[in-house]
């Protein structure tokens, strides 16, 4: 009886318990009684692996996964256990090894291309990381992060068309994502695509109405092509959503002042020192407004 309770189930409940009160080398000592024994489970062999990692025994990790990828080598969860202690321990070269085998093993899978083109992306290998996104996408074209991630390597490779290309993908899979119409609208305008870029802006602020970063985005664009006018409108709506906040008024000052309207843009100054009157940048401007009326 004494033999029973002192077998691989007793060492890792102890092993539990251990780990609960902060005791994880204890914990530790536990599962490696439990493990030793013929009727370890693999789930305590999973549990060791996992501890060896949070107490940094990154080697210790990498023998106890490859003992669990012999009995299960499509286990991604286990290759994927495996790749991050390589990589805590900068053995890059192996972990991209590790990558493949699991390309090879389970050629179907798009979520692990692309983990595979995060952590080529990481390693600065750009050419690779877009092909194991474009794989990942073939396998599944209607993922739109996959378009997203795609768009952002593209940008780094100075291939602005061939983004905005993937976010208006993006934008077909899943039309109610008013961050992808602001990504399309800021690619459009560095296309010189101002009249598009303008309209994907109107459509983030129609599905989000109720949120300031989305007329704050539509301000900026204006801003950029000098429509002052159309920038103060925007603030106006910002203001209706949040009259509390100081910044704005102090924005829509310094845009009325661009469209001439001095008197307007005292009041906004006034407005924002009235919210925060400990703020010398807000009276700076409306003491310099003061003097060159």
Known sequence: ?????????????????????????????????????????????????????????????????????????????????????LRQLERNYEALEEFEKGNELNPHDPEWLMEEAEFLHDAEKLGEALDRITRAITLNPEKPDYRIAKADVMLELEDTEGALNEVKEAIKAMPCNPDNYVLAAKLMDELGMHEDAESHLLKAVELRPHEIVRYQDLSEHHEKMENFTKAIECHD??????????????????LKEETGDVKGAREDYRNALKLEPGNSQYRKRLEKLAENP
């Not at 709506?237 to 829509?252: K, T």
């Open 237 to 254: 709506r910002m203001i209706e959503l949040n009259p509390e906040r100081a910044q704005l008024y102090f924005e829509r000052a310094g």
């Open 1 to 85: 009886m004494a033999a029973e309770t002192k077998g691989p189930a007793f060492h890792y409940r102890q092993a539990f318990l251990k780990k609960a009160a902060g005791d994880l080398k204890g914990a530790i000592l536990e599962l490696e009684k439990a493990v030793q024994s013929r009727d370890s489970q693999i789930s305590y062999i999973w549990k060791l692996t996992e501890l060896y990692y949070e107490d940094m025994q990154y080697e210790k990790a990498i023998e106890r996964l490859e003992v669990l990828l012999s009995q299960d080598p499509r286990n991604q969860e286990y290759r994927k256990k495996k790749i991050e202690a």
